[in-house]
């Protein structure tokens, strides 16, 4: 079993849809969960990173963790042709170094 | 330079040649990753170097692959007799913390590998 586990898509919206992407993960001991956007032949860039359960919020983006479920996902509102590209979501546990990354959601937002 | 620079960006190779593949980190991050790309199959991870301390190469997928950092700085990833599954994507990330709360990974655009 991979430690997180996340479906490769493609994903096709159109504009304006609201986007949800999820990922679920093996390990109880890991505290931080990031998301990372990266366009094609880029590198990846965060985009955001929470703490332990809860939401998080920043523009149109909306990171929730369920640590009770070991779930995360990513809500993208008012989704645009801008966000397309593969999305990935990565975990780390406290003290740790290693982040693990799920294989990355291909999304496509159709204008 | 202002972000983290890799070389080559794409290297052609013939089944059995050696490679190595160049990262150039962001200045004063002291930690350094190598993680490669597969299409399908996420970002595995290869190797960490953090400040002086010894290397956690546990992510190493044989023998044929070693990396080193000069001077706590620059890291050359090699892989010695080519296999055509060694074909991927090889990003390289730094960051100027233990990958902790604040520790995001900056991350090069990397070398496409293409091993035939």
């Known amino acids: 079993q991979k430690e997180v586990e996340q479906d490769p898509g493609p994903l096709s919206v159109p504009e304006g849809a609201i986007v949800s992407l999820n990922c679920t993960y093996s390990?109880?001991?890991?505290?931080?969960f990031m998301w990372y956007r990266q366009y094609s032949r880029k590198g990846p860039e965060l985009l955001m990173y929470?703490?332990?359960?809860g939401n998080k919020e920043d523009g149109r983006f909306t990171a929730q963790v369920d640590k009770s479920s070991k779930y995360i996902s990513l809500f993208i509102r008012d989704s645009q042709p801008s966000d397309s590209a593969t999305y990935l979501c990565?975990?780390?546990?406290?003290?740790?170094?290693?982040?693990?990354f799920g294989a990355g959601t291909r999304l496509f937002v159709k204008a | 330079g202002a972000g983290v620079s890799q070389s080559p960006s794409n290297k052609v190779t013939e089944k059995g040649k050696d490679v190595e593949l160049r990262c150039d980190p962001i200045?004063?991050?002291?930690?350094l990753y190598w993680y490669r790309q597969s299409l399908g199959q996420g970002l595995e991870f290869l190797i960490y170097?953090?400040?002086?301390?010894?290397?956690?190469k546990s992510g190493l997928p044989s023998d044929r692959f070693s990396a080193e950092r000069t001077g706590g700085s620059v890291s050359t990833l090699t892989i010695q007799r080519t296999q055509q599954e060694d074909s991927a994507v090889y990003l390289c990330?730094?960051?100027?913390?233990?990958?902790?709360?604040?520790?995001?990974?900056?991350f090069g655009e990397g070398s496409r590998l293409t091993v035939l």
């Open positions: 929470t703490y332990s359960s």
């Open positions: 390990n109880s001991a890991f505290q931080y």
């Open positions: 990565a975990i780390l546990n406290t003290g740790g170094f290693k982040t693990i």
């Open positions: 200045s004063g991050h002291t930690a």
């Open positions: 170097f953090q400040g002086n301390s010894a290397p956690d």
């Open positions: 990330a730094s960051s100027n913390s233990l990958a902790g709360v604040s520790g995001e990974l900056f």
